[in-house]
T-cell receptor, first 114, second 114 residues
Framework: QQQVKQSPQSLIVQKGGISIINCAYE??????FPWYQQFPGKGPALLIA?????SEKKEGRFTISFNKSAKQFSLHIMDSQPGDSATYFC?????????????FGQGTILTVHP | KAGVTQTPRYLIKTRGQQVTLSCSPI?????VSWYQQTPGQGLQFLFE???????NKGNFPGRFSGRQFSNSRSEMNVSTLELGDSALYLC?????????????FGPGTRLTVT
């Protein structure tokens, strides 16, 4: 059974600052590890994902760092903006036989002050 | 392309009643997953359907059930509602052959049990 632990639960950052959210997983990394972003009243939306054989992926201001040996991965938001204020979830694939099942972290509420 | 739609958006039920929630996936997507989202437990996987067959099930009691129709639309049913079933129920669709993380979520149905 895949377990995912996410921290911190909440994060307050000033505009222009760097937001960092961390996740740890337990099972073998066999597929992509994604981050989702959720705004109030909306469902989660895929933000960025990384293959387990890659250590870093960058898309605009968003970067995933992946440490396979430590079974940890993190999301960095550079130059954080008030519009980035949302709840962020990391997720991990459960196992190769579980098709589309994802195990999610508990979520991090990010608030970016102007 | 229209996104994932869920109906109804809000629902209030009484303990002991049953409820049926509906999900229409993105056109062409054949996989539909359901998740329960609560402040305490986060996002938890309920089940996944593909081509009218349940492929995977989470750790929820038998009161939670689902089905998928030939047009890929899906319904989930909760019988004998309990107060703890109050949650946001999200469905997500995925194209055939899509990776587990390539899920598109609907806005959810907010269920309140009184």
């Amino acid at each position: 059974q895949q377990q995912v632990k996410q921290s911190p639960q909440s994060l307050i950052v000033q505009k222009g600052g760097i937001s960092i959210i961390n996740c740890a997983y337990e099972n073998t990394a066999f597929d992509y590890f994604p981050w989702y972003q959720q705004f109030p009243g909306k469902g989660p939306a895929l933000l960025i994902a990384i293959r387990p054989d890659v250590s870093e992926k960058k898309e605009g201001r968003f970067t995933i760092s992946f440490n396979k040996s430590a079974k940890q991965f993190s999301l960095h938001i550079m130059d954080s903006q008030p519009g980035d204020s949302a709840t962020y979830f990391c997720a991990a694939p459960s196992d190769p036989t579980s098709y589309g099942k994802l195990t999610f972290g508990q979520g991090t509420i990010l608030t970016v002050h102007p | 392309k229209a996104g994932v739609t869920q109906t109804p958006r809000y629902l209030i039920k009484t303990r002991g009643q049953q409820v049926t929630l509906s999900c229409s996936p993105i056109s062409g997507h054949r996989s539909v997953s359901w998740y329960q989202q609560t402040p305490g437990q986060g996002l938890q996987f309920l089940f996944e359907y593909f081509s009218e067959t349940q492929r995977n099930k989470g750790n929820f009691p038998g009161r939670f059930s689902g089905r998928q129709f030939s047009n890929s639309r899906s319904e989930m049913n909760v019988s004998t509602l309990e107060l703890g079933d109050s949650a946001l129920y999200l469905c997500a669709s995925r194209r055939q052959g899509g990776r587990p993380h390539e899920q598109y979520f609907g806005p959810g149905t907010r269920l309140t049990v009184t």
